[in-house]
């Protein structure tokens, strides 16, 4: 028995959600490594360090939600062959892609999270789940909608613009 103030039935519904956006966001934590190894071309440098940054909040989140599926008396997905059969987010293929391509599949990951965890926050605050509404809320969704605002934010086609010299050549 949890003493929580929660049904079995509310544990174990939060369970089930959480643990599929736990598998989503270990597979999303990798794909962010996998990218922060492959980066390269005129803006490698930034974008190294901001997907290694991004990856070591993911691994933060992949934590706290794998606790919270603890302390609701289930058991965390940990294993790496079962977050491989229970995940939602396609496989990347074998080897490098284009920047663009690579960033555009962590946007796409990242909205698949984001999609299951706003209607798993809805879900488990019905069912009076205050714990997990607040952890999906104030960290799965806030952490993931600021990220992909940072990786669509590289994907901003500009044009290259010659600066005025002040009437020098």
């Not at 028995?1 to 929660?6: S, Y």
């Not at 803006?43 to 933060?60: G, I, S």
Request: proline letters at 5%.
């Amino acid at each position: 028995m949890f003493p929580l103030g929660l049904s079995f039935d509310a544990r174990m519904y939060s369970c089930q959600r959480l643990n599929q956006i736990l598998a989503d966001t270990q597979i999303l934590y990798n794909l962010y490594k996998k990218h922060h190894w492959l980066m390269r071309g005129p803006t490698f440098y930034q974008l190294h360090l901001l997907l290694d940054k991004h990856a070591e909040e993911q691994v933060k989140l992949v934590d706290l939600i794998a606790e919270r599926v603890q302390t609701l008396g289930g058991v965390a997905v940990g294993d790496p062959r079962h977050v491989a059969e229970i995940t939602v987010i396609p496989r990347p293929p074998d080897g490098a892609e284009e920047v663009p391509a690579m960033l555009s599949r962590l946007v796409e990951a990242h909205e698949t999270i984001l999609v299951a965890c706003h209607d798993a926050a809805a879900r488990t605050q019905e069912m009076g789940d205050d714990g997990t509404n607040d952890l999906l809320v104030s960290e799965v969704i806030r952490t993931g909608e600021i990220q992909t605002w940072f990786l669509i934010e590289h994907l901003v086609n500009t044009k290259l613009v010659e600066a005025p010299h002040n009437g020098r050549r």
